[in-house]
């Protein structure tokens, strides 16, 4: 069955770029669309973006202008980038796949990828 991975530094410096992988495995991921979502200490979870499995990216407007989501077809992988990170940005970040709609629901779901941002 699909799975889904993340997996990126836990530790980010303000004002960098904060960089996540999600490998995919047990499926392609141009057969459905993947999104990134995060969850804020002590808050509910934030949609951030997806990719859609035609290569179109929806990005929330809140975010839009920091993040980017990419994908390696070769290597089966979707990549985020979150730039001019603050401390306000660690969270946990789950990449979710979205097997017939863009926008959800989202089914198989990472583990989650801790980041901190911290100086």
């Known amino acids: 069955q699909v799975q889904l991975q993340e997996s990126g530094p836990g530790l980010v410096k303000p004002s960098q770029t904060l960089s996540l992988t999600c490998t995919v495995s047990?499926?392609?991921?141009?057969?459905?669309?993947y999104c990134w979502i995060r969850q804020l200490p002590g808050k509910g979870l934030e949609w951030m973006g997806v990719?859609?499995?035609?290569?179109?990216?929806y990005y929330s407007p809140s975010l839009e202008s920091r993040t980017t989501i990419s994908r390696d077809t070769s290597k089966n992988q979707i990549t985020l980038r979150l730039s001019s990170v603050t401390p306000e940005d660690t969270a946990v970040y789950y990449c979710?796949?979205?097997?017939?709609?863009?926008?959800?629901?989202?089914?198989?779901w990472g583990q989650g990828a801790q980041v901190s941002v911290s100086s």
């Open positions: 990719m859609s499995y035609s290569g179109n990216t």
């Open positions: 047990g499926g392609s991921i141009l057969a459905s669309n």
């Open positions: 979710a796949r979205g097997p017939t709609q863009i926008f959800g629901p989202y089914d198989i």
